[in-house]
């Protein structure tokens, strides 16, 4: 069946930093582009960052464009998220999404379009 599982996650001081994985099993990972969510208790579930099929084109939100970069490894069926500068308002649960549909920037920012979900990796940022 399918799974993404997500690690990695835990508690940094402000600056600091943390990567994030998130390993898919069940599916042909190669042919999905690969999304990164993040959600805070009774708030709607945000986008971060989404990277293509082949790797060669990556989306950023504007609040971590510069501090995170999002990478994948086909032969690994991995994706990855580098968080570098971390900001106490990046605190969130933070999910990995798999979606056969998403082939623009919009779509793959919409996690409406995104067909399997991870369990989600807590990441809190605070001194």
């Known amino acids: 069946q399918v799974q993404l599982v997500e690690s990695g996650g835990g508690l940094v001081q402000p600056g600091g930093s943390l990567r994030l994985s998130c390993a898919a099993s069940g599916f042909t990972f190669s042919g999905y582009a690969m999304g990164w969510f993040r959600q805070a208790p009774g708030k709607e579930r945000e986008f971060v960052a989404a990277i293509s099929t082949s790797g060669r084109t990556t989306d950023y939100a504007d609040s971590v464009k510069g501090r995170f970069t999002v990478s994948r490894d086909n032969a690994e069926n991995t994706v990855y998220l580098q968080m570098n500068s971390l900001k106490p308002e990046d605190t969130r649960v933070y999910y990995c999404?798999?979606?056969?549909?998403?082939?623009?920037?919009?779509?793959?920012?919409?996690?409406?379009?995104?067909?399997?979900w991870g369990q989600g990796t807590q990441v809190t940022v605070s001194s």
């Open positions: 999404a798999a979606s056969a549909s998403a082939t623009t920037t919009m779509t793959r920012s919409n996690y409406l379009r995104y067909a399997y």
